[in-house]
């Protein structure tokens, strides 16, 4: 299970604008000057992956100030090179289905930080990933808890019934092109008892997360089926990211094979 005490404050300080941009723009520096080196000390070969014009890769900006969503790119090998959390309304409209809510939202953050990146030439021509992530029992949408009495009524309603989780992606290229995927994974719950749901609130893991609950802390226990992505539950479907992010030229295996050499240096 993955934990968001799990993403170091550094990290966090290097990618969002605001957390010591000093050794933000230090790391960046450091990042676009170095050149990969064999264990020898001499200059490594050229990556294939790495297809821009003068050996630079294009850049990630994770739409997003979430830990969880940060540690599952990491975990796939991949390290965003900002993050810009976008500041808009979540608010569901009257009627409004919970695919076509966490796409919209999804394409509203993407867009909202490609207008605010028009301000930061380093990221003018780089990848916008944004994405989210709704829980929903029908077409009844648990929006994210806040407080107790709203994770207590969350986790009543889910207790011994099946709901759905649904992400929504969306990639925004360098040349403009927008591309979107809905992922969606089946949860059921096992019947939790008062006690249970006293005991997981003074947890406080639910808080600020879609359904009242966390699967990647003690809510995993909960689960008694789950159908479909578990990395989507948590908040970024693994599979589905990379798979558009390939797609669309961002050289996934270039991070994969840096990791690789500092780790064996």
Known sequence: ?????????????????????????????AASQEAPRDKTGAPAPAKPPAAKA?????????????????????????TPDGLRPANIDESAK??????????????????????LLHSEPEFENSFILAADTIVAVGKRILGKAEKEHEATRCLELLSGRS?????AICLITPSGRIRERIVETRVRFKRLTRHEIEAY?????????AGGYAVQGVAGSFVVKLV??????????????????????????????????????
């Open 163 to 167: 709901h759905r989780v649904y992400s």
């Open 201 to 209: 609130i003074a947890t406080g893991q639910w808080r600020g997360k």
């Open 54 to 78: 003068g050996g630079h890769r294009p850049k990630l900006v994770l739409a997003s100030a979430s830990p969880r969503r940060l540690r599952l790119l990491e975990q796939a090998g991949i």
């Open 228 to 265: 479909g992505s578990y990395s989507n539950v948590v908040g970024l479907p693994l599979y589905e990211t990379l798979n558009l992010l390939s797609g669309e030229g961002f050289p996934i295996t270039y991070f994969w094979l840096n990791r690789v050499e500092v780790e064996t240096a």
């Open 94 to 115: 009257k009627g409004e289905a919970p695919r076509h809510l966490c796409r919209r939202l999804a394409r509203g953050k993407a867009e909202a930080i490609r207008k």
């Open 1 to 29: 299970m993955i934990s968001p005490k799990a993403v170091s404050l550094t990290a966090l300080n290097k990618l969002v604008p605001g957390r010591s941009s000093k050794s933000a723009a230090k790391g960046e520096a």
